[in-house]
T-cell receptor, first 114, second 114 residues
């Protein structure tokens, strides 16, 4: 059974550009959440999607957005990139929205903004 | 804000010895879930152990066990017979009783020395 798959693994963007990151959850998982990891702020929750609906949202500006497709795959988008958006972006999946289920993480997408 | 605190930024232990990582948290809920995740240099988050707050018994997974003190809001991780492969960042996380949003502590960098 494949794990959580994130693409691309590494990317470099220029300030002001936008970026789209993709996440394929474990087969059968319907909940997908995103986290940003930086040395200064640590691990911070971005948002969670379940059945194509955003269920929870962290404290990030509107430049950060996401969506989930009918096959549970998810994308997150960051527009008007800033240097501070350089981070490891982690995707996680779980079977459903029930809080008792284990959350599994992907290997992350490394974003560098120059 | 409901926080998770790991007071030990770095720790080291000799191979085969035992080490305990500390975690305290804040929550206003009565039912929630606590986790320890390991993040090796590959940066993939790996679940080590989980604890459901309504369960009195401390969780155990092979060499890993927790000391859960609900009244004190404390959740420490004990690693017995430490192995070189245990070298990693360890994150304590809390999930409340709705959705899959994790709140992480700042992490403890554990070095196992031969």
């Amino acid at each position: 059974k494949a794990g959580v798959t994130q693409t691309p693994r590494y990317l470099i963007k220029t300030r002001g550009q936008q970026v789209t990151l993709s996440c394929s959850p474990i087969s059968g998982h319907r909940s997908v959440s995103w986290y940003q990891q930086t040395p200064g702020q640590g691990l911070q929750f971005l948002f969670e999607y379940f059945s194509e609906t955003q269920r929870n949202k962290g404290n990030f500006p509107g430049r950060f957005s996401g969506r989930q497709f009918s096959n549970s795959r998810s994308e997150m988008n960051v527009s008007t990139l800033e240097l501070g958006d350089s981070a490891l972006y982690l995707c996680a999946s779980s079977i459903d929205w029930a809080s008792g289920n284990t959350i599994y993480f992907g290997e992350g997408s490394w974003l560098t903004v120059v | 804000a409901q926080t998770v605190t790991q007071s030990q930024p770095e720790m080291s232990v000799q191979e085969a010895e035992t080490v305990t990582l500390s975690c305290t948290y804040d929550t206003s809920e009565n039912n929630y879930y606590l986790f320890w995740y390991k993040q090796p240099p590959s940066r993939q988050m790996i679940l080590v152990i989980r604890q459901e707050a309504y369960k009195q018994q401390n969780a155990t997974e092979n060499r890993f066990s927790v000391n859960f003190q609900k009244a004190a809001k404390s959740f420490s991780l004990k690693i017995s017979d430490s192995q070189l492969g245990d070298t990693a960042m360890y994150f304590c996380a809390r999930r409340n009783n709705a959705g899959n949003m994790l709140t992480f502590g700042g992490g403890t960098r554990l070095m196992v020395k031969p």
